[in-house]
């Protein structure tokens, strides 16, 4: 079964950075596309950042643009989401999310993907 582990949450003063990896197993990683969302208490899951199964395109949402950088590692089976110039409104749950195979198109909404690893947490203090 697909299993998504989250790592390298913390608390992190605002302007610093944190790159956050999520490791796959039970599928074919270099066949799905892969994403980031997030999420505070209250607040529905949001959408932070995508990226293709091929790696070829990335995509992210405006609040994050110039900021975060979603990769991926295919031969380590691992998404990454480097944060940098982090701010407190950027402090939530992050999860990962795997797609459906080589699907090409842009995922934004949570409904678009198969499985969701469990979180890590990111604390930005002002």
């Known amino acids: 079964q697909v299993q998504l582990v989250e790592s390298g949450g913390g608390l992190v003063q605002a302007g610093g950075s944190l790159r956050l990896s999520c490791a796959a197993s039970?599928?074919?990683?270099?066949?799905?596309?892969m994403g980031w969302f997030r999420q505070t208490p209250g607040k529905e899951r949001e959408f932070v950042a995508g990226?293709?199964?091929?790696?070829?395109?990335?995509y992210d949402t405006d609040s994050v643009k110039g900021r975060f950088t979603i990769s991926r590692d295919n031969a380590k089976n691992t998404v990454y989401l480097q944060m940098s110039a982090l701010k407190p409104e950027d402090t939530a749950v992050y999860y990962c999310?795997?797609?459906?195979?080589?699907?090409?198109?842009?995922?934004?909404?949570?409904?678009?993907?198969?499985?969701w690893g469990q979180g890590t947490q990111v604390t930005v203090s002002s």
């Open positions: 999310a795997v797609g459906p195979a080589r699907l090409g198109i842009e995922l934004r909404r949570d409904s678009d993907y198969q499985s």
């Open positions: 039970g599928l074919t990683f270099s066949t799905r596309p």
């Open positions: 990226i293709s199964w091929s790696g070829g395109r990335t």
